[in-house]
Structures are given as C-alpha cells and as structure tokens.
C-alpha cells in the first residue's frame, strides 16, 4: 500500500525549534561544512539527518533554551506545500 511506513527503513528527518511567542514560525537547523549551525525557516534549506534517532540526538547537543527537537522530513515538507 502507498504511503505505509515501514518501521525498519530509516526517515529523514529535521531539527526544529518552538519559539516561545505566540504566532512565531518554526525555525530548522542548518550545519554548513564547518559543522556551524544557523537556523533558516525553509525547511528545503535545513540540513537532514538520516533518521529521526539522528535528528533526536542533534536536538539534545543543542542547549536546552533552544527547545529543539528531531521530526519526520518528510511530514514537514508537506506541511509547508
């Protein structure tokens, strides 16, 4: 069936973050080939990670102000069309 997700392939997947004002929109981790991180708010231009454990795992290195967190790429690429 189309569409079914298949728990042993890995999904990318995006580091975002939640601002604290209402209404802010969602930002997304960008690394440039120094390993330098900056945020963008096209989730195209975002660095992806191979797997959501991937994404998860850079979320938790970034500091705890930032309240980021790992999500499927491809649900947020949808969203965003």
């Known amino acids: 069936m189309a569409g ?10 995006l580091v975002s973050r939640s601002e604290l004002r209402p209404g802010a929109p969602a930002t997304y981790l960008r690394l440039n080939e120094g390993g ?3 945020w963008t ?3 195209h231009d975002a660095t992806p990670f191979d797997s959501m454990r ?4 850079m979320a938790l290195r ?3 102000a930032l309240r980021a967190y790992g ?3 491809n649900g947020e690429m949808t969203l965003t069309h």
């Not at 079914?4 to 990318?12: A, D, F």
């Open 71 to 73: 999500l499927p790429r």
């Open 54 to 57: 991937e994404a998860a795992r």
């Open 4 to 13: 079914e997700l298949n728990p042993t392939q890995p999904m990318q997947a």
């Open 41 to 43: 708010l096209d989730p």
């Open 62 to 64: 970034l500091p705890a």
């Open 36 to 38: 330098a991180s900056d």
